[in-house]
């Protein structure tokens, strides 16, 4: 399996940003896909997820209703949303994968496969 996440920026405060992940290696029908950031001196963080069997979505609380998370199976391609963009949203963002059912979604140890990180910055 290999991921390939793309679509980082610089950005101000209010703005938006998608990002995507190019999955490739597998058929993704029974897989989970999940976002996950790191700001610099700090742990990765869960920010998002989606079963790509049935669409079902999850969400960190601090991202629920600004980011949304989306697959195109045609292109095996997750996005990330990203609307009304803070300060404390600036991270290297992470996409990765996992074969479902395998644990909870918000667990970094639970994905087995990961994408290179792209880096978002939001100014104020």
């Known amino acids: 399996v290999q991921l390939q996440a793309s679509g980082g920026g610089l950005v101000q405060a209010g703005g938006s940003l998608r990002l995507s992940c190019a999955a490739s290696?597998?058929?993704?029908?029974?897989?989970?896909m999940g976002w996950f950031r790191q700001a610099p001196g700090k742990g990765r963080d869960y920010v998002a997820a989606i079963n790509w069997s049935d669409g079902s979505t999850y969400y960190a609380d601090s991202v629920k209703g600004r980011f949304t998370i989306s697959r195109d199976s045609a292109k095996n391609t997750v996005y990330l949303q990203m609307d009304s963009l803070k300060p404390e949203d600036t991270a290297v963002y992470y996409c990765a994968a996992k074969t479902l059912p395998t644990g909870g979604w918000a667990s970094i140890y639970t994905y087995a496969y990961w994408g290179q990180g792209t880096q978002v910055t939001v100014s104020s």
């Open positions: 290696g597998r058929t993704f029908s029974s897989y989970g």
